[in-house]
């Protein structure tokens, strides 16, 4: 028996091209329809738990779905609404609401601002460094620290080119806090600031150099950029936010006016959820409230059966290939009948040439099991990685 | 993990101690921790809240909570709170260049912003996508109008029932006390307004916008500080006024240094002490500081 296998395998590694072709074709066969399974689950398993624990959104109106995947994952860019919704919400004593920005990337990560609540709701806690305290600080996601080789104390500038440059925006360096414990949700991929700070990136908020005394303009990329608006009032701006420049920093205008994307609620018991649903049903024009749970099952459903057409498309491939290997290896018993001619007359019976084909095939298949295994191992343990990336970008 | 630890042990001491339910709930810090902004606001919080809060004011003695501005650590042990009550009417400026969590935060006077007393005479400056503008300030002392100062201890009150719903009796029992004692000031101040009608009165520092509003005073305030002696341009300045708006009492915010006093004394003008209280006093509470500025303002001429 172990000689059978010991000829076999001398065989297989004889004719290596051909054995890593059939080995290949066996374990991608096998393993497509799983690993898209696995992949789907996945994807499932993240948006309902994220939308499961996100109860109500509220937004601009519009596409319910890029609000929900603005809010939950920070992807598509929905219409900015303004914080006085959020403190609509608070103010009914219904709910209580957290207000989220997301609207830039940075170096691919989606840059998030939020209020320190939106931490304690979601189970953020910090692993390395402190938590955001200051204006111009972030903090970072496990994933996005890991990405952007950023620990707390180093700096991030925001890219000038991603910014609407309406106001006469300028890039803001950021300063690291701290890095949040992994929790593999898509909180990992976010640099999160204050939404003060996203404000001051939006332009609305600032700090200028008294004009008496003003510093030496600074040739680097992070000394002073200069504001054109107005002939008459050309301040210099800050564009880093340090201890000794904070005190300057200031915003316009009510807060009430400055934009966020989404506004998280959260009602205090059923009746209240109903209640504040109800308050917009009316509201017609401008603004929004869904349910992503209610929104994501929509969408899950189509890529559920989307899955399904890919399933009955793999069967039928996978019927087509398992033919054609059967011919391939009819076609090589034939190319092998010198072979086989020369072991009858060394004295074996018809009953070994079979054992020894049948070794051969116990090999491919035990071979290709094995990859696949390994295969899919790596494909489960990087799912929710893969998921998330996707969902992100 | 740790604080599971840490509670276990803490009930096992007070087991084998024989410590009172009182004691455990002090060791298991079962307080609510309220930060406040100032001390008028620390006062009621104490008086609402009694042994069921620990209030705790930032600001180090000595300090005006109106010029502070809180270092990480102080913005770290804030973040922990359960509640962070702030006098708003742009008291805290320091508010929007810190990460606090919002929904811990409680803006006392946000109730009455239709009341608000805007500073007029703000610096216009011109950047940024809003054009020219003026960074127009808000006076921010509304507590020395002591109607409104009820109604922040009210916004409080509420703040912390919103936190410890179970107690909101207690609560509510509590603010109607220290309410019940606002109106007294509030009346004995409506009372002393109503004798020194239209008396020319001079400040010592913008800060009685409201006092003056609620209470009729005929006030005019100057820019000075108690232990600083003005320049000449400012005594100039005050002859000026002086003819106009002939006061014989400047109310101060602490006592004026004995030089600034006597001068001031020489043109026929006396010094009275209104504290507004705004830091912890050394002796008494604010009732009894507003009791003492009272009586300061009674016997003036
Ligand atoms: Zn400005």
Redesign the pocket.
């Known amino acids: 028996m172990r000689n059978d296998f010991y000829l076999a395998w001398r065989y297989l590694g004889f004719h290596k091209t051909r054995t890593l072709i059939i080995v290949t074709c066996l374990s991608l066969i096998a393993i497509l329809p799983v690993a898209l399974h696995f992949l789907l689950n996945e994807g499932n398993r993240q948006m309902t738990t994220r939308a499961a624990a996100t109860p109500l959104l509220i937004g601009a109106r519009g596409s319910a779905l890029d609000l929900t995947l603005n809010a939950l994952f920070f992807g598509a860019v929905s219409p900015s609404i303004t914080l006085v919704e959020a403190d609509k919400v608070t103010a009914t004593g219904w709910a209580d609401a957290l207000p989220i920005y997301s609207r830039l990337r940075v170096l691919g990560q989606p840059l998030v601002g939020v209020t320190l609540d939106y931490f304690d709701y979601r189970g953020l806690r910090v692993a390395q460094g402190q938590m955001l305290a200051m204006l111009g600080e972030c903090v970072l996601g496990a994933a996005a620290a890991e990405a952007l080789k950023l620990k707390p104390g180093d700096s991030l500038p925001t890219p000038p080119e991603s910014l609407f440059d309406l106001a006469g925006n300028y890039p803001l360096k950021l300063r690291v806090a701290g890095v949040l414990a992994r929790t593999h949700t898509p909180d990992d991929q976010a640099i999160f600031i204050d939404l003060q700070t996203a404000w001051v990136i939006d332009g609305i908020g600032?700090g200028?150099a008294e004009q008496k005394n003003l510093p030496e303009r600074s040739a680097g990329p992070f000394g002073f950029a200069e504001i054109n608006r107005a002939a008459d009032g050309k301040?210099p701006t800050y564009t880093e936010i340090t201890a000794d420049n904070i005190d300057s920093f200031?915003?316009?205008g009510d807060p009430g006016g400055f934009p966020i994307s989404a506004v998280i609620a959260l009602p205090h018991d059923r009746k209240s959820a109903t209640l504040l649903r109800g308050r917009y049903v009316d509201q017609g024009e401008k603004i929004q409230i869904v349910q992503p749970q209610e929104n994501l099952r929509g969408l899950l459903d189509n890529i559920f059966r989307v899955g399904a057409l890919f399933d009955g498309l793999l069967a039928v491939v996978g019927g087509v290939t398992s033919l054609a290997l059967g011919l391939v290896f009819a076609l090589s018993l034939r190319l092998r009948q010198g072979e086989i001619r020369t072991n009858t007359l060394l004295g074996c019976g018809r009953l070994m040439v079979a054992r020894l084909l049948a070794a051969e095939l116990v090999l491919l298949l035990l071979v290709s099991g094995g990859l696949c295994l390994v295969l899919l191992e790596a494909i489960r343990r990087y799912a929710g990685d893969i998921v998330r990336y996707a969902l992100i970008s | 993990m740790k604080l599971v630890r840490g509670l276990l042990s803490a009930a096992w001491l007070a087991l084998i101690s024989g410590f009172s339910c009182e004691a455990l709930a002090d060791l298991e810090d079962g307080k609510l921790k309220v930060f406040v902004s100032n001390y008028p606001l620390a006062y009621f919080a104490e008086r609402i809240g009694g042994h069921r809060v620990a209030v705790s004011l930032p600001v180090p003695a000595g300090e005006d909570p109106a010029f502070w501005r809180p270092d990480p650590e102080a913005i770290s042990r804030m973040q922990k709170a359960d509640l962070i009550a702030l006098n708003g009417a742009d008291y805290e400026k320091w508010l929007n260049r810190v990460s606090l969590p919002r929904l811990k935060q409680v803006d006392t006077s946000a109730g009455f912003k239709a009341a608000y007393i805007r500073i007029e005479n703000a610096v216009t400056?011109s950047?940024?996508p809003?054009g020219e503008?003026s960074?127009d300030g808000i006076a921010f002392t509304t507590w020395l109008d002591l109607a409104q100062a009820g109604k922040q201890a009210e916004a409080l009150a509420l703040g912390v029932i919103r936190k410890r719903p179970e107690l909101k009796a207690v609560f509510l029992e509590n603010l109607s006390g220290l309410q019940a004692d606002l109106k007294v000031l509030d009346d004995e101040l409506l009372k002393l307004g109503e004798a020194k009608k239209n008396q020319p009165l001079l400040g010592s520092h913008p800060v009685y916008q409201y006092l003056a509003r609620r209470y009729g005073l005929n006030l005019k305030s100057v820019h000075w500080e108690p232990n600083e002696m003005p320049p000449a341009a400012e005594w100039v300045a005050l002859d000026e006024t002086l003819i106009r708006h002939p006061a014989r009492t400047m109310i101060w915010e602490a006592q004026p240094s004995p030089e600034i006093a006597a001068r001031l004394k020489e043109k026929g003008v006396s010094s009275a002490v209104l504290d507004p209280c705004a830091q912890r006093p050394e002796q008494g509470d604010f009732l009894s500081v507003m009791q003492a500025n009272i009586a300061n303002l009674e016997s003036t001429p």
Request: charged letters at 0%; hydrophobic letters at 15%; aromatic letters at 8%.
């Open positions: 600032h200028h301040l200031h915003f316009h | 400056h950047h940024g809003g503008h960074h």
